[in-house]
Each structure stands twice: as structure tokens, then as C-alpha cells.
């Protein structure tokens, strides 16, 4: 199997954040159907997501990602293969407006209670920097 950790930044940052339910949507469905599991976290101009699965799955996976217009300065992180998956559901961690700050927070550290260190610490950096705040 394989694993990506990718971060990225939104083409238009001075607009309105992305539609980050219908990212939701579209990734729930294509990864549905290519067996791709992981983590997005974004704040509607921010992302950081791990993708895994087939490494077949996951390099056209990654090459949509690539493509997509919605963000920019696409940054590989993490590339490895993996024994098993990490994240065996798609989560889409999104802190809207009506879920309280710790309750997310609490949410995205489970997340990443089986993710390898390399992959958990970015996100958790988010979750301080935010609790830092």
C-alpha cells in the first residue's frame, strides 16, 4: 500500500474560502470507488491530507489532486509504502462554524491515534497552533 501527506494552499486566498462540502462530496465518492482511505484537514484556504491505499489508487488519486485548480503550491510531504492502513475510514476534518474548537481538536487526535509519527505530527501542529491561539 501506499501513503501521501501532501499540503497545499488555496488559488484564490484574498475570496472566499473553498466549498469544502463539496470537496467532501466529490472525495467521498472517488475514493469510494478507488478503495482511497486518509485525513483532510482544511480551513477553507489550508490543506494537509494523507491519502492511502493501492499505489496505483493512490498515484491517480494524487495526480487529480495535482490537477485540481482550487489550490496551489502543492507540496509532497510524506511518500511512502505502507503495511497497513492507517485510516480506515475518509474523515474530512473540518471545524464549521457551529462545532466548538475542542471538540474538533479531540476529534483530529483521534484521527491520528494509529498514524505513523511522520504523518501525525503535521496535523497535530494544527491542533496546537490552534489551541495556542
Known amino acids: 500500500m501506499k501513503q501521501i501527506l501532501y499540503a497545499s494552499v488555496s488559488a ?3 475570496e472566499q474560502p473553498v466549498d469544502v462540502i463539496a470537496i467532501l462530496e ?6 469510494a470507488l478507488d478503495g482511497i482511505t486518509g485525513l483532510l484537514w482544511t480551513d477553507g484556504h489550508r490543506f494537509l491530507q494523507v491519502i492511502e491505499g493501492g499505489e496505483e489508487a493512490v498515484d491517480a488519486c494524487y495526480a487529480r489532486i495535482r490537477a485540481d485548480t482550487r489550490h496551489r503550491a502543492i507540496v509532497t510531504i510524506v511518500e511512502r509504502t505502507v503495511d497497513r492502513r492507517e485510516f480506515g475510514y475518509w474523515a474530512m476534518a473540518h471545524k464549521t462554524a457551529e462545532t466548538l474548537a475542542d471538540v474538533h481538536d479531540q476529534r483530529v487526535r483521534r484521527m491520528m491515534a494509529n498514524a505513523a509519527e511522520e ?3 503535521p496535523f497535530l501542529e494544527l491542533v496546537s497552533a490552534r489551541e495556542a491561539a
Open 12 to 14: 484564490h486566498p484574498g
Open 26 to 31: 466529490e472525495s467521498r465518492h472517488n475514493n
Open 119 to 121: 504523518i501525525r505530527a
